[in-house]
């Protein structure tokens, strides 16, 4: 009940954030980023590729952990790996509420899932409050991991002034002085580092459907 307050929670933040008056300008503005912006000309990684390790600090951890280990989570189960913008997204804020609804389902799995955002630590851990998060949220410092993925993108100079009229202020948010996002992306890695689902798509307001990545990982679990 509370992440499906969470959610409509999400949905009027929207429409606060970006009233009808500047819908036209904010659906240019996704179409700016998704097109020009792109800064990582990297090959995404797709379905049979694998995945590289990674250590990331964790500051929000079901398990008081400070940091996890890619392959040490795998020892366990399969992990799914998303990357959101930030606590200051509304769409972002929509996606984790649905994977806590999710949570113990995949755990159920045995699988673990980590968040990851480049927003410094104060925020993760007040979002996580507000939405009663369950798994791990990731701290991507100045998007080291999502730009070695080839998810990174800069915002240009019209997109920035239209952030700041949202009070979306990226640099202050992230701890750095870039202007610089990842899109939206979510992996589901096999135990032996074999990515089995893929999604990433330059257009913020579309997510993962969370009910396919179970669907994965339920496979998974079939095969051990």
């Not at 929000?60 to 392959?71: C, F, I």
């Not at 899932?113 to 996580?128: C, F, Q, R, T, Y």
């Not at 009070?167 to 032996?192: H, M």
Request: aromatic share 8%; hydrophobic share 40%.
């Amino acid at each position: 009940m509370k992440n499906t307050l969470a959610r409509i929670a999400a949905a009027s933040l929207i429409g606060t954030i970006i009233p009808a008056t500047g819908a036209a300008v904010a659906a240019e503005t996704v179409l700016h980023e998704a097109t020009s912006m792109n800064t990582d000309p990297i090959e995404h990684l797709k379905v049979g590729d694998t995945f590289k390790d990674f250590t990331i600090s964790t500051p929000v951890s079901p398990t008081g952990a400070e940091e996890v280990n890619l392959s040490d989570l795998l020892k366990d189960g399969p992990v799914v790996v998303t990357f959101f913008r930030g606590s200051w997204c509304p769409y972002c804020r929509g996606e984790l509420s649905d994977i806590q609804d999710r949570i113990e389902d995949f755990e159920a799995l045995g699988a673990s899932v980590i968040a990851i955002s480049p927003e410094v630590d104060e925020k993760s851990i007040e979002l996580s409050r507000e939405l009663d998060i369950g798994f791990y949220i990731g701290h991507d410092q100045n998007n080291e991991l999502a730009r070695s993925l080839g998810l990174t993108f800069t915002l240009d100079a019209k997109t920035i002034e239209k952030y700041q009229e949202y009070k979306f202020i990226i640099p202050e948010a992230n701890g750095t002085d870039k202007w610089e996002l990842p899109i939206p992306a979510t992996y589901v890695i096999d135990q032996d580092m074999t990515v089995k689902f893929v999604f990433d798509d330059t257009n913020h307001r579309k997510r993962a459907d969370y009910k396919d990545v179970l669907k994965v990982v339920e496979e998974l679990a079939k095969e051990d």
